[in-house]
């Protein structure tokens, strides 16, 4: 599959470009090179997609689930088939190692496409008998429209996981892409042409997220939002869907606790704590940024810490022996700077890393930079506080149970933590305490699509995954039946 290079929009099931005729520049974050351009959508753009989704949408919601499924499937089974073009897409697109996008992005996002495909058959309805006076019954009827808005970081996983959910339910969707990674969702939009999916059922939108994420979420035609991003865009989001009454969905962020107990399996836990840290660069909202770690270990874990991440790859995002590409932008590798250099004035030791990294050749004027450990920091700090989202970790050690809990919920934000011990009950009566949305016990990203995930507090409102998803992009009817 092909990736063009002037991209269009999907309105309609058509490609076409922005009616003001603009194109703004995407960047290759690995090499700081224009690559591609993509479509400067306006609210007209916009516009367009709601009428054809109003078009679409009575005979998509009343189709026969099989057929609905059988079209879901279909683009699964494209997206699995040009894997390797996606693949390669997202690591250009995102500046991640190839084997990243082969072996996470690429594979669940026709995950996701089979999942709800699936879940629409067997998602029913329930029956309640009032004796000798009623019957009631519940549908879940299709939303209507509805509209997906996803980031950089994860860019076909976040928007299949929305939109896969939302088709499956009979919802037409107005989604979009965050501007620094549009090229897979342009893929996407090729294989929902070649699946023969319904003109209008989905549309996306590319341009800027100031412009076009607001509109979504204010036009009035739109009766729900699913979000992921930043706290701020999401703050946006949130009072413009409460005004217009919105059925809202929103992951914002998070800032979340690594808490390490004495008697963990060493290996496994440094294993897993390397990737919770740096994956991705720590472009996750899920990454562990702070680690809190029992006094007693604390020093052999710091020292292992530092050997661990001196011995990581950083370079090609094609290099079979990559393990970090790049950040996904000059921008983005300058407020992670700037992190760094906040920490040391709020009194942290720099013990490893960050700064960019100066590569040669092609990559000269790519956004490498080499991860950031940090110690001494108090909870209270900015760098503690505010969610970077980069290749930075603080550490700190801790006493007790009861100051583990406490230094994990020091933040505002509460969307996930890992807990490593092998006595289950203290990590199970320490996960009942944490105010996250999501705790992993001995573990990090372990994920069942049938599980719902997301954050409470500034992290977000509402779930993703499984049978909430499909609830969230359903409606609820109670029909009573009286005898």
């Known amino acids: 599959m092909q990736t063009d290079k002037y991209l269009k929009n999907y309105i309609d099931g058509k490609l076409a470009p922005a009616t003001s005729g603009q194109y703004l520049d995407n960047i290759n974050p690995a090499t700081g090179k224009v690559y591609t351009h993509f479509p400067d959508s306006s609210e007209e753009d916009l516009q367009r997609a709601i009428e054809a989704a109003e078009r679409a949408q009575p005979a998509w919601a009343a189709m026969d689930p099989q057929k609905r499924f059988r079209i879901l499937m279909r683009i699964a089974d494209i997206i699995e088939q040009n894997s390797d073009s996606f693949a390669r897409a997202e690591t250009i697109d995102t500046g991640k190692p190839l084997s990243m996008s082969h072996s996470v ?12 495909a699936s879940s629409l058959l067997h998602y029913g309805n329930e029956a309640f008998h009032l004796q000798n006076e009623a019957t009631s019954y519940t549908l879940r009827q299709p939303i209507g429209i509805v509209g997906c808005i996803s980031p950089w970081n994860l860019p076909l996983y976040q928007f299949s996981w929305k939109v896969a959910a939302a088709l499956a339910c009979g919802n037409c969707v107005i989604a979009k892409t965050s501007e620094w990674s549009p090229v897979t969702t342009y893929l996407l939009s090729k ?15 590319f ?10 979420a204010k036009h009035p035609k739109i009766e729900a939002i699913s979000f992921t991003g930043d706290l701020e865009k999401g703050q946006k989001i949130l009072q413009a ?8 969905q929103l992951n914002m962020g998070g800032k979340n606790a690594n808490i390490i107990f004495e008697d963990c399996d060493f290996d496994q836990m440094m294993i897993n704590t390397l990737r919770s840290s740096f994956s991705n660069n720590g472009q996750h909202h899920y990454a562990c940024s702070r680690i809190y770690v029992e006094e007693n270990l604390y020093e052999k874990f710091k020292a292992e810490l530092i050997k661990r991440t001196s011995f990581l790859k950083i370079g090609d995002p094609f290099s079979t022996i990559t393990d970090l590409g790049a950040l996904i932008s000059k921008e983005h590798m300058e407020k992670v700077q700037s992190y760094v250099e906040l920490a040391q004035k709020e009194g942290g030791t720099l013990l490893y890393g960050g700064k960019k990294m100066e590569l040669t050749g092609e990559l000269e004027e790519g956004y490498f930079f080499r991860p950031a450990i940090i110690e001494g920091l108090p909870p209270a700090c900015h760098t503690n506080q505010e969610e970077v989202f980069g290749p930075l970790v603080t550490i700190s050690p801790f006493v007790s149970e009861a100051e583990a809990v406490q230094l994990a919920n020091s933040t505002p934000f509460g969307l996930a933590a890992s807990v490593w011990s092998k006595d289950l009950s203290k990590a199970s009566r320490i996960s009942n305490q944490l105010k996250s949305g ?5 573990g ?6 049938r599980a719902p995930f997301g954050g409470i507090r500034m992290s977000g409102h509402d779930r993703e995954g499984g049978l909430e998803s499909l609830r969230f992009f359903s409606n609820t009817k109670n029909i009573a039946i009286r005898y």
């Open 105 to 116: 992005d690429i594979p669940r996002a026709h995950a996701h496409f089979r999942f709800f």
């Open 438 to 442: 999501v705790v992993w016990i001995n």
């Open 191 to 205: 294989a929902c042409i070649e699946a023969n999916l319904p003109n209008g059922v989905l549309n996306i939108l």
């Open 241 to 248: 869907g409460i005004k217009h009454v919105k059925k809202l």
């Open 444 to 449: 990090w990203m372990v994920q069942d699509l």
């Open 207 to 216: 341009g800027q997220d100031q412009v076009l994420d607001l509109a979504i």
